[in-house]
């Protein structure tokens, strides 16, 4: 059957509030667009005109509250945390996340009670490490889509989740993370498995602990390019299908390099630290500062302080930048590994150096540096020394560059895009 013959469908997408989760969203939105079908999209009343410009319908809720103002807050919270180690963070940063992304959760409910009322889709896909209530009990199918580190689905024989720990590590110090994420999660998960049986929704099974979640009986999706799943430690995940990359398509045009760099001998580096890190301002200071000692020339995602700082004359840069243009055009990234944009630089297959700040992002550069594909730093101990060494060893490795290359045509011609949106489509 043709796609112009098959039903119009109404899908829901329901992503986590932050771009990189939003951007995984729209990497498949986009495709079931194409195909014919109706794509909504609940999110934060911050994100107002970000999504209809793709096409897409945008229902809103809660306060007006501008992302980039988010991030500045989250950072001034949480700076001193984030300066410590994948263990040190569980205590107080960990679990404060926990409370915030549950208190966010109950909050969304009523909203997504009554905007599933409204549209009637006919499929959700949610992007959530805890349970939606809503989704869940609505009575249509739902797709769990993770846009984040793989690590977690099935933790047998690998590090976990959150560690940035290696996978020929110390077990003894994998089992004192487990305890450690276990004490300070255990009281949150109960309290949350509590709302969700009260809200009528089945509880939860702790099958897929560390998430506050069940699997989906209908379709589950993670997001990870095949060279950084961890196959060889452990099987693919029962009930998961994997999606090499979720890249926003539409958003490929031709960038210019800026006339303060197209004239400039060294190769081009791109750095963008994030929607969190780049709220840093200490942060960014500090590494704009040693880039600037680099015969390279860099194009800056600034981040929403970006105001504050000032470029060196090899750099450009703005507050927001994009991404998936620039990216073709540089020889490497510097990142703090959120897993899109890792998914990202892989699909047009660039050497990373990443420079985690918590969560995934430490798993995410532990398993780029032991698969050779990057270098993974200190984000807030590396000397200048380290990172500018660092840049030139990855510039100068040649068959790392060819084997990229390879990865990255594997890539795009078997873009496994079209799968999925038949996986999506045949649950109706």
Same mark, same amino acid.
């Given at each position: 059957?043709?796609?112009?013959?098959?039903?119009?469908?109404?899908?829901?997408?329901?992503? *986590?509030?932050? %771009?990189? !989760?939003?951007?995984? &969203?729209?990497?498949?939105?986009?495709?079931?667009?194409?195909?014919?079908?109706?794509?909504?999209?609940?999110?934060?009343?911050?994100?107002?005109?970000?999504?209809?410009?793709?096409?897409?319908?945008?229902?809103?809720?809660?306060?007006?509250?501008?992302?980039?103002? @988010?991030?500045?807050?989250?950072?001034?919270?949480?700076?001193?945390? %984030?300066?410590?180690?994948?263990?040190?963070?569980?205590?107080?940063?960990? !679990?404060?996340?926990?409370?915030?992304?549950?208190?966010?959760?109950?909050?969304?409910?009523?909203?997504?009670?009554?905007?599933?009322?409204?549209?009637?889709?006919?499929?959700?896909?949610?992007?959530?490490?805890?349970?939606?209530?809503?989704?869940?009990?609505?009575?249509? +199918?739902?797709?769990? %889509?993770?846009?984040?580190?793989?690590?977690?689905?099935?933790?047998?024989?690998? +590090?976990?989740?959150? &560690?940035?720990?290696?996978?020929?590590?110390?077990?003894?110090?994998?089992?004192?993370?487990?305890?450690?994420?276990?004490?300070?999660?255990?009281?949150?998960?109960?309290?949350?498995?509590?709302?969700?049986?009260?809200?009528?929704?089945?509880?939860?099974?702790?099958?897929?602990?560390?998430?506050?979640?069940?699997?989906?009986?209908?379709?589950?999706?993670?997001?990870?390019?095949?060279?950084?799943?961890?196959?060889?430690?452990?099987?693919?995940?029962?009930?998961?299908?994997?999606?090499?990359?979720?890249?926003?398509?539409?958003?490929?045009?031709?960038?210019?390099?800026?006339?303060? *760099?197209?004239?400039?001998?060294?190769?081009? $580096?791109?750095?963008?630290?994030?929607?969190?890190?780049?709220?840093? %301002?200490?942060?960014?200071?500090?590494?704009?500062?040693? *880039?600037?000692?680099?015969? !390279?020339?860099?194009?800056?995602?600034?981040?929403?302080?970006?105001?504050?700082?000032?470029?060196?004359?090899?750099?450009?840069?703005?507050?927001?930048?994009?991404?998936?243009?620039?990216?073709?055009?540089?020889?490497? $990234?510097?990142?703090?590994?959120?897993?899109?944009?890792?998914?990202?630089?892989?699909?047009?297959?660039?050497?990373?150096?990443?420079?985690?700040?918590?969560?995934?992002?430490?798993?995410?550069?532990?398993?780029?540096?032991?698969?050779?594909?990057? @270098?993974?730093?200190?984000?807030?101990?590396?000397?200048?020394?380290?990172?500018?060494?660092?840049?030139?060893?990855?510039?100068?490795?040649?068959?790392?560059?060819?084997?990229?290359?390879?990865?990255?045509?594997?890539?795009?011609?078997?873009?496994?895009?079209?799968?999925?949106?038949?996986?999506?489509?045949?649950?109706?």
């Amino acid at each position: 059957m043709s796609s112009s013959s098959k039903k119009q469908l109404t899908i829901l997408f329901v992503p *986590l509030d932050t %771009l990189g !989760h939003i951007h995984a &969203s729209i990497g498949i939105a986009e495709l079931l667009k194409q195909r014919g079908h109706r794509i909504v999209f609940g999110v934060a009343t911050g994100w107002r005109g970000k999504i209809s410009p793709y096409g897409f319908e945008e229902f809103l809720y809660g306060e007006e509250a501008k992302p980039s103002q @988010i991030y500045i807050d989250f950072i001034k919270a949480s700076a001193d945390e %984030l300066r410590k180690s994948s263990y040190g963070q569980l205590a107080i940063f960990e !679990h404060s996340v926990q409370r915030n992304l549950t208190n966010n959760v109950k909050y969304n409910d009523p909203f997504l009670r009554d905007l599933i009322k409204q549209i009637k889709p006919n499929i959700i896909i949610v992007d959530h490490y805890i349970c939606q209530p809503a989704i869940v009990t609505a009575g249509v +199918p739902w797709v769990w %889509l993770m846009s984040s580190n793989p690590l977690g689905l099935n933790e047998e024989n690998c +590090p976990p989740r959150g &560690s940035g720990y290696a996978a020929d590590s110390d077990r003894q110090q994998w089992d004192e993370f487990r305890r450690e994420f276990k004490r300070i999660s255990d009281q949150n998960w109960e309290e949350v498995n509590q709302w969700i049986i009260e809200q009528g929704a089945p509880p939860l099974t702790k099958q897929m602990w560390p998430f506050f979640q069940n699997a989906s009986p209908y379709l589950n999706l993670y997001l990870c390019p095949e060279e950084l799943d961890y196959t060889e430690l452990r099987p693919y995940p029962p009930k998961w299908i994997r999606c090499d990359a979720l890249v926003r398509t539409s958003d490929i045009c031709e960038f210019q390099i800026p006339e303060k *760099l197209a004239n400039k001998p060294g190769k081009l $580096v791109f750095m963008s630290m994030g929607s969190f890190g780049s709220a840093d %301002l200490s942060l960014m200071t500090r590494l704009v500062n040693i *880039l600037a000692k680099s015969p !390279h020339r860099f194009i800056i995602s600034k981040g929403p302080l970006g105001d504050e700082y000032s470029l060196s004359n090899n750099m450009w840069g703005d507050k927001i930048v994009p991404q998936v243009e620039i990216l073709p055009l540089v020889d490497l $990234v510097i990142t703090h590994g959120g897993n899109n944009t890792v998914t990202e630089i892989f699909y047009f297959g660039k050497p990373l150096i990443i420079l985690p700040l918590f969560g995934d992002q430490f798993d995410n550069a532990q398993r780029i540096q032991e698969k050779g594909f990057g @270098i993974r730093l200190g984000t807030y101990s590396c000397s200048k020394k380290e990172l500018l060494d660092a840049i030139e060893k990855l510039l100068a490795d040649k068959q790392l560059e060819e084997k990229l290359k390879i990865i990255s045509k594997k890539m795009r011609e078997n873009d496994n895009r079209a799968k999925v949106a038949d996986l999506i489509e045949s649950l109706t």
